[in-house]
């Protein structure tokens, strides 16, 4: 078996908890669109898919001027510089743990570039990842985001984790046939949903004996 050369993260409920701000966009779109709901916290997470476009969809939301005001909604809430995200504790160890350890770190998100990098950059984190890949380089579960970021890095799936805290990350990893899926329980999914992950890890510090 290959040696680990790269490590890719997921960013929203791996590395940062964006479960509030994922709720206040989404109560936003409620509201928007008339739609009635009554979620309880672990309902709204259950909710939650990694392609957020099918998200939608279970709403009822489809056409694409409706997306579009969607994901504008959306932006306008995650980035709101008044709204501050916070990475979860003992995430930063790590990184600068694997980092030293010779590892290449990437993230991997539906979320925005630009987003994502502001708010590792206020949390001190930015520095430790190679690459930052969004939603631009497609919607997870799907494949191709993935296999473009190995592309880029000039390595084979066998050489390569993902870290997710949804199914989604887990079915994309294991489609794209990388050397290990590792699931993460403090994120938006419960164990159950991610039953099909290689590991799954209760704390970012049991990280380090999982990437390999």
């Not at 890719?8 to 709720?23: E, R, S, W």
Request: glycine letters at 4%.
């Amino acid at each position: 078996m290959q040696k680990t050369k790269l490590i890719i993260f997921d960013y929203d409920g791996v590395l940062v908890d964006t479960f509030p701000l994922a709720c206040s966009a989404y109560y936003a779109i409620f509201k928007e669109f008339n739609i009635k709901t009554n979620f309880s916290t672990e309902q709204f997470k259950d909710f939650f898919e990694v392609n957020w476009i099918k998200n939608l969809a279970v709403l009822g939301i489809s056409e694409k001027k409706d997306i579009e005001k969607c994901e504008f909604i959306f932006r306008s809430i995650v980035a709101d510089p008044n709204r501050k995200v916070k990475i979860y504790s003992n995430i930063e160890p790590i990184l600068k743990q694997l980092k030293n350890k010779g590892y290449k770190l990437a993230v991997l998100s539906n979320n925005y570039e630009d987003i994502i990098k502001k708010h590792l950059q206020k949390n001190k984190v930015l520095h430790y990842f190679d690459k930052i890949a969004d939603v631009k380089y497609g919607l997870k579960p799907d494949t191709k985001g993935i296999l473009k970021l190995l592309d880029e890095f000039k390595l084979k799936p066998d050489e390569a984790v993902m870290i997710g805290d949804m199914d989604g990350d887990i079915i994309m990893a294991k489609n794209a046939k990388l050397k290990k899926a590792i699931g993460v329980s403090w994120g938006f999914h419960n164990h159950k949903k991610l039953k099909d992950a290689d590991v799954i890890v209760n704390t970012p510090l049991e990280i380090i004996n999982e990437v390999e």
